[in-house]
């Protein structure tokens, strides 16, 4: 059995410069449902919500692991995680 490997770990940051950290197969679906309002309750009330950085395309198991590390980091190191 094959692995997929077409999911992204990314970083927004938020209208009132929160960053708020998640993972998805199509980070531009992902991007527009934030921006509308109907991905997660967090970037619901902080909109507009800018893409800072995207991964490379990993499994899942990998992008949840990778999100968890990003989101236990300091907000400055943030992003250099997925640099």
Not at 47 to 52: G, Q
Not at 54 to 76: C, D, F
């Amino acid at each position: 059995m094959r692995k997929d490997s077409s999911w992204v770990a990314y970083i927004l940051r938020c209208a009132d410069k929160t960053i708020y950290t998640g993972i998805t197969k199509d980070i531009k679906k992902r991007i527009a449902a934030h921006n509308k309002g109907i991905a997660s309750k967090y970037t619901r009330g902080r909109l507009p919500a800018k893409l800072l950085a995207v991964s490379k395309r990993m499994n899942r198991t990998q992008a949840l692991r990778l999100e968890l590390h990003i989101k236990k980091l300091p907000k400055g190191k943030k992003i250099e995680a997925l640099k």
